[in-house]
């Protein structure tokens, strides 16, 4: 009898196969424990996979996505990913990657009510009233999308920096740096937010320095 998802299980047997007539060994070394440099902490959005953005193979990179890209000191699933990432498989990097045209943002943006993810939305919400006077400084409401999907990134930046984990790593002298990226759906590009902190020391000066980008630059980069 045929799967419901009949459709995406055929679709995986000709990808299979196609990465094997490709390369034959390619599940083999897959099966290996797995070794990311990389923790890519995403927006859910669909349209935002994050090894085939930086064109990297499965393994590469270990990922933990949910609305908004966002870094909450109470959420034990995105606080168990950290933890698993940097204590057991030692990721060197912790890459916080926002969208712009990023539904959650919007609905901050609108006051609109989504039902129960406004309750994890106000997350963004505290980040829009915090800057608020650079948003509406922004006559454009896709800009203040923009800005907003910006700052948010880098605030969870701030966010990831302040737990245990992070916190723990760096003072046992543990190699690890955390940034801030936004990704263009219109083009596909990465924006580098200019955030990027290897230490207790360089949060602060890093936090100073990436929002001082911001305000020099009128528009947000695509």
């Known amino acids: ?3 419901p998802l009949q459709a995406l299980i055929d679709s995986n047997r000709r990808w299979s196969a196609a990465v094997r007539a490709e390369d034959p060994h390619f599940f083999e070394r897959l099966a290996k424990q797995q070794a990311p440099k990389y ?4 927006c859910s959005d669909s ?8 064109d990297l193979p499965p393994g590469d990179i270990f990922v933990q996505r949910n609305v908004a890209n966002v870094v ?13 990432a940097v204590d057991v498989l030692k990721v060197e990097h912790i890459i916080i990657v926002g969208h712009y045209g990023c539904g959650g943002i919007q609905a901050v943006l609108d006051e609109r009510r989504l039902g129960l993810v406004d309750n994890w939305l106000r997350h963004v919400g505290e980040v829009a009233e915090k800057h608020s006077a ?5 006559d454009l409401m896709q800009l203040r999308n923009n ?12 966010n990831i920096c302040h737990t245990t984990m992070v916190m723990d790593a760096w003072e046992r002298g543990q190699k690890l740096s955390v940034h801030a ?3 263009s759906l219109d083009n596909g590009h990465v924006n580098d ?10 949060l602060l000066p890093a936090y100073h320095n990436a929002m001082q980008q911001l305000v020099r630059i009128p528009e947000p980069r695509r």
Not at 134 to 138: G, V
């Open 1 to 3: 009898m045929n799967s």
């Open 39 to 42: 923790l890519w902490i995403g």
């Open 47 to 54: 349209r935002v996979p994050a090894t085939q953005i930086v």
């Open 72 to 84: 909450s000191h109470t959420d034990l699933n995105c606080l168990s990913t950290v933890q698993f």
């Open 134 to 138: 650079m948003l509406a400084a922004l």
């Open 147 to 158: 800005r907003l999907c910006e700052l948010n990134a880098i605030e969870q930046v701030s």
């Open 181 to 183: 990226w936004c990704y």
């Open 193 to 202: 937010l200019n955030m990027h902190v290897t230490s207790r020391e360089t």
